[in-house]
């Protein structure tokens, strides 16, 4: 297998076009540039404006080289919906970790009758072939308890602020977040960082 | 110290490099993935930037900017490269007076293109040389050698990058004193050198072979030519994005990193492959630099074990190095795959798209949901034939729409229109272009159907941007690159004025007037544009009124499913209208065309 260097995290951030995974993986690599680490991230969007497949690829380190994550090389695997996040079942490291909003965006052929949308068992069984640190986190709801769920994205950092292994301060979130963040709904979203932060304390992995 | 770290994109890092170098003059057409770098430039209020008609006209105003001793940037994608070849052949005959960077975006995979090509090739065709970073800083750090090779040698440059150099952020350590020089602009007359006339011309070709030759010497020495030391085997040979894959798979591997990808400097291979045992090029698409190297009779190994088509990521390379035996083959995790089908989640129209009714209407017009194949293909003619163009629309191809059979390049619908007419199909012909790619290429092909008395009609969707690449301005809009307000070229004014008679403009978001008219233009038996506007979904902020459907009401008929808006969901067999994503009074299509009137404002 290829050797990973020290300290080496990727982050594979996955959803549907208009969730804000994109502004997301911006944010965390920031933040991870601030405190001093080599960072590259890449975004594949397809084609749409909105309503398609979104994946970014963050990769954090001492040094970082190619920009994107090889499949079985992703540390965390953070989907913003369900059947998206099995799409890249096969990204996932032995052992990695899996986050997963618990939430479903059916595409138009389950509308349409064409096909069907995985079950809650088939995705679990799916991440079991290669690890069993599966997380199932109510963001979606979280964030329309506080208001808007465009806010999911920064839910999702918060909670995974608490699980990743590169510990950005505080401070530095907070900084990254209000960088890229409108002053008018920034306190909101912080509020939606700390939720997130709040649901993974009881975490234990 | 004046140096700072910044996290930027691949073409944020060209924009900078560029600006600091000096650059007077830009010009693109937009194009993933290469418009993030004139956007960016457009930014700057002492640069001229500008969104030119397409990229055959930027590679032209790029090339008279450079005549008048400017530095000068232009900027497209690989295909872009394709419709600007001529211009650009031309200035590597001619050479420059300021600097000419030619940007070529490259799309290995085919994320948002019609195809994959390896424009490297175009360095050697046009005898320019060619460099390509693997990263942001190369990037940055890249351009300004770029403009002084250009200056240096009289010819334009060729600046290859890739998808994920030109849209992967990286670090770039940022050099705030880097002096902007002055511009010093003046045009020289000197026709042996700008008028290419075929004596003219016979006298450039062999400064074209010269400057290659002083090239190959300066590749020997240049600094972004340069050797990693590591093991003695095996010896990467690689450029581009390849490096960084390669340099993880194979860390200790000795590398002969190229930035300079044409002309490639003999010398140095030579040396390099003679002190390691086994030399292997790394690079994606094409072997370009393994067939390059082994002409210089070196022995190089490569695109027998790594992937020729799509993008490599580093395990495809390690696999390639395992089974060339320069890796030892250890212990492989097994892929895996989820233990069920997954649907795809194709791109769509979003909900509230001006594009949407149109294709609605196409689709019935042409009974294309009862009579063609779920599988895209059919043996009997369709009633309907419609030939498609490059743009958020080709997305009418999908289900449930399915109203479109062809699409091949920037402007093609028209003229395969008028072709497919002209070989004698008893069907109508219809040709589906938008507003930005019709005055990038579509303007000739309707100069083309009225000389030649083509009775096809030619939609155009006018959705006043250039949508799919992220909302640029164009010559209808009225507003040019850096936002100042201009003229707007009246595409209906236009279309009269080539000799169209029938012409119509219909609201894209009125069911019945899009059909009535697309019906009409049909039927008669004359060439016929009809115009659909209605404002690109996206660009619209105001939502009001979103539709829900009345359970009480909705017998499940699911003709509002076929328009294909994501906001329209069933589950359990009844169907909703997602609030978050519908767009209210903007649409209302669903409204319109529901049997039953069910669909109604949000109580």
């Known amino acids: 297998m290829i050797k990973k260097g020290d300290n080496k995290q990727d982050i594979l951030l996955v959803g549907v076009g208009g969730q804000g995974i994109i502004l997301a993986s911006d944010i965390m690599g920031e933040a991870a540039l601030a405190m001093g680490l080599d960072v590259k991230k890449t975004d594949t969007l397809g084609m749409a404006q909105r309503g398609g497949s979104v994946t970014s690829h963050l990769r954090m380190g001492q040094a970082v080289y190619a920009p994107l994550i090889s499949p079985q090389g992703a540390d965390i695997l953070l989907a913003f919906e369900k059947l998206e996040a099995v799409r890249w079942v096969n990204y996932i490291r032995p052992d990695g970790i899996v986050i997963i909003n618990n939430h479903a965006i059916p595409p138009l052929s389950i509308s349409l009758g064409m096909s069907v949308y995985p079950t809650d068992e088939a995705i679990n069984k799916s991440f079991l072939q290669r690890t069993n640190k599966i997380l199932m986190v109510e963001g979606s709801r979280e964030t329309a308890q506080l208001g808007d769920v465009r806010m999911l994205n920064i839910f999702m950092l918060g909670y995974l602020s608490k699980l990743s292994p590169i510990k950005i301060t505080d401070y530095l979130w907070k900084k990254s977040l209000s960088e890229r963040l409108p002053a008018k709904i920034l306190d909101i979203n912080i509020r939606a960082f700390e939720r997130g932060q709040e649901a993974a304390a009881s975490v234990n992995i | ?603």
Request: hydrophobic share 40%.
């Open chain 2, 1 to 603: 110290m004046t140096k700072s770290k910044k996290l930027l994109s691949g073409n944020e890092s060209i924009a900078l490099g560029a600006y600091q170098a000096g650059v007077q003059v830009a010009a693109a057409y937009p194009g993933t993935p290469s418009t993030e770098i004139l956007e960016t430039i457009a930014t700057y209020k002492d640069v001229y930037a500008e969104w030119s008609t397409n990229e055959k006209v930027a590679m032209e105003v790029g090339l008279g900017a450079s005549y008048a001793g400017v530095r000068t940037l232009v900027s497209m994608k690989h295909v872009g490269l394709n419709v600007a070849a001529d211009p650009f052949m031309a200035a590597a005959t001619t050479g420059v007076h300021g600097g000419l960077v030619v940007i070529s975006a490259d799309d290995p995979g085919i994320h948002s293109s019609q195809g994959e090509q390896d424009n490297r090739h175009f360095a050697r065709m046009a005898r320019v040389p060619m460099l390509e970073p693997t990263d942001s800083q190369e990037a940055y750090d890249f351009i300004p050698l770029a403009f002084e090779i250009s200056e240096k040698y009289d010819t334009p440059v060729l600046f290859r990058i890739t998808t994920r150099v030109a849209h992967s952020k990286s670090v770039v350590e940022v050099d705030e004193s880097r002096a902007r020089p002055p511009r010093d602009k003046h045009f020289q007359h000197n026709i042996e050198k700008y008028v290419m006339l075929p004596s003219n011309a016979r006298t450039r070709v062999p400064q074209m072979h010269k400057r290659i030759a002083e090239l190959m010497e300066f590749a020997e020495t240049t600094s972004i030519n340069r050797i990693i030391d590591g093991k003695d085997s095996p010896g990467i040979i690689t450029g581009g994005v390849g490096y960084q894959y390669a340099r993880e798979a194979f860390p200790d591997a000795t590398f002969l990193k190229l930035g300079m990808i044409y002309p490639l400097p003999p010398r140095l291979l030579h040396n390099f492959t003679a002190k390691v045992k086994r030399s292997f090029v790394v690079e994606e698409l094409d072997p370009f630099l393994e067939e390059s190297i082994k002409i210089l009779g070196i022995p190089v190994e490569g695109k027998a074990y790594i992937p020729r088509a799509g993008e490599l990521n580093s395990l495809a390379v390690y696999d390639a190095g395992v089974k060339a035996g320069i890796e030892a083959k250890t212990e492989r995790i097994t892929d895996v795959k989820a233990v069920t089908d997954l649907p795809g989640r194709p791109p769509l129209l979003c909900p509230g798209c001006p594009h949407s009714a149109a294709f609605f209407v196409l689709n019935t017009l042409g009974q294309r949901t009862k009579k063609l194949d779920v599988s895209g293909r059919s043996t009997n003619e369709t009633n309907l034939i419609i030939t498609g163009d490059i743009g958020c629309y080709t997305l009418g191809a999908y289900l449930p729409l399915r109203a479109m059979d062809t699409t091949a390049c920037m402007g093609a619908s028209i003229g395969q229109a008028i072709g497919i007419e002209k070989a004698g199909v008893s069907s109508k012909v219809i040709a589906v272009i938008g507003d930005s790619t019709f005055l990038h290429s579509g303007i000739t092909g309707i100069v083309d159907a009225v000389y030649n008395d083509s009775k096809i009609t030619v939609l155009v969707l006018d959705n006043g941007t250039t949508a799919m690449t992220g909302h640029q301005d164009h010559p209808g809009t009225g507003i040019t690159a850096q936002g100042i307000t201009t003229k707007a070229v009246d595409i209906e004014k236009l279309v009269r004025g080539i000799g169209v008679k029938d012409v119509q403009v219909i609201n894209a978001f009125d069911v019945k007037a899009v059909r009535s008219g697309i019906k009409s233009a049909l039927d008669k038996d004359e060439l016929s544009v009809v115009i659909v506007r209605g404002n690109c979904a996206v660009k619209n902020k105001r939502r009001k009124n979103q539709r829900q459907v009345n359970a009480g009401v909705c017998n499940n008929c699911d003709v509002c499913l076929r328009i294909g808006c994501s906001a329209i969901q069933k589950q359990d067999g009844k169907v909703h209208i997602d609030v978050y994503s519908c767009m209210g009074d903007e649409c209302g299509i669903c409204e319109q065309i529901c049997p039953k009137h069910a669909i109604g404002p949000l109580s």
